[in-house]
């Protein structure tokens, strides 16, 4: 099926912005009808003209779509549905990236940026009690989804007690697996710390995004038994790629 | 105390980029002395001296940490440190807006930009499980803490089981209150579902940002006993204002 202009209504007596009720009648239909990533949008001027509304107020809600990860734009071809975003219980659940990604029906990949050990960093060893001299392994990685990148993470864990992670191919292992099989050392408990934060250059580069386009920075220690901290690391996920969801109760 | 450029050090033999390593280091001063908002940092020129590395190098460091919101420029003045971010446990609990702040040591207040009742949206309609042509309450308010706004927060619930919603005064009676000494409906659960976004013009005048700075945008539908659905709000927090803490187990 195609996008339905006829099927965009909007209502000029109610105090919703005209620009955002045409946001959520092109949202509606993005989720409702059959429609699949790549499929064109009616120009802004077929909009305009079916719906009597300004063309600025079409153009601003379709930048923010565009914005928001809902279309894409090819410069002299149009504006097309891009895919849905990935939605990740990440902070909610410890899962592994491979997992949760192969229960969202993507295929994952890493690529290794960096595998070392450094020596300690203040305002880290702290966060995993540790010594201030005590060295730390460094672990860089840029994980995909259907081969595109969604996040780039760093990693920091305690030398001492994990030397042989250093020696680990992080393209086709999991961190975690290796820490239980390995060390018998299972995640059981983490405090997430969530910003969102413009793309630095190196955050724009690796994830292919604009300088400045919103990323969501995600710190966590993670903790073995014994309210142990066994890991430290900072998440960047694309802010047009990414949604997370989390259940809550009273 | 002042910040003590003796104490920021750096190391040119690991891999971890030298802006970055500076960003953590002023970080790290700003988190463990006792530095207040507003003292100033020393300038561009004295710390690439007292560090024997390049202006661009503690540029990058000192536009990324003013991004994130941990420092300030003031034209002319120099840089200063910024107001701690409100840590929010916001997608883990339930708590009130008001309760929250006042727990961080915030003076919380509201300022209600809309309140009325308009027809049925199929978009949130269907996520309040209500037939399209049921009407709405509409409920639009922008919420302060220490009088810097944190948050541009729309809410809309079922107008027929609600009618009497429509006559209170939000800038000094919580919602959910309401909800519970009139209706006797208390909110049990809460799907929530966070994105990194840019501000579009309307976001980033009520919050006083530039525009396309990061928003987070946390839409949530709230639900009373038995899963019956109440409440859905779409708020954008303020990206260099806020930071969020979650706590997760296996």
Do not use: W
Not at 10 to 35: F, G, V
Not at 62 to 84: H, Q, S
Not at 183 to 211: G, M, S, T, W
Request: hydrophobic share 40%; with cysteine; net charge negative.
């Amino acid at each position: 099926m195609s996008f339905d202009i006829n099927k965009l209504s909007i209502n000029k007596n109610i105090p919703i912005p005209l620009y955002y009720q045409l946001k959520t009648a092109i949202c509606s239909q993005i989720n409702s009808n059959n429609l699949q990533p790549d499929d064109s949008l009616p120009t802004e001027l077929e909009i305009t003209d079916a719906l009597g509304i300004s063309r600025s107020t079409v153009r601003q809600a379709i930048i923010e779509l565009v914005n928001e990860g809902y279309l894409y734009r090819e410069k002299g071809k149009g504006t097309f549905i891009a895919k849905p975003k990935i939605e990740a219980s990440f902070f909610q659940k410890l899962d592994s990236f491979n997992q949760e990604m192969i229960d969202k029906g993507f295929v994952p990949s890493t690529q290794v940026l960096d595998l070392c050990v450094i020596q300690g960093q203040p305002d880290i060893n702290k966060k995993l009690m540790l010594p201030e001299q005590d060295e730390l392994i460094y672990l860089s990685r840029l994980r995909f989804a259907d081969k595109d990148p969604v996040v780039f993470l760093e990693t920091y864990l305690p030398y001492k007690n994990f030397e042989s992670l250093i020696h680990e191919d992080y393209t086709v292992t999991s961190l975690y697996s290796v820490l239980e099989n390995t060390y018998f050392c299972r995640i059981e408990h983490a405090v997430r710390r969530i910003d969102a934060v413009p793309a630095n250059a190196q955050e724009a580069k690796l994830l292919l995004l604009k300088l400045n386009s919103p990323v969501m920075l995600v710190r966590t220690v993670a903790y073995a038994d014994h309210d142990m901290p066994i890991e430290y690391s900072i998440a960047r996920y694309r802010g047009d790629r990414n949604t997370f969801t989390v259940e809550l109760k009273r």
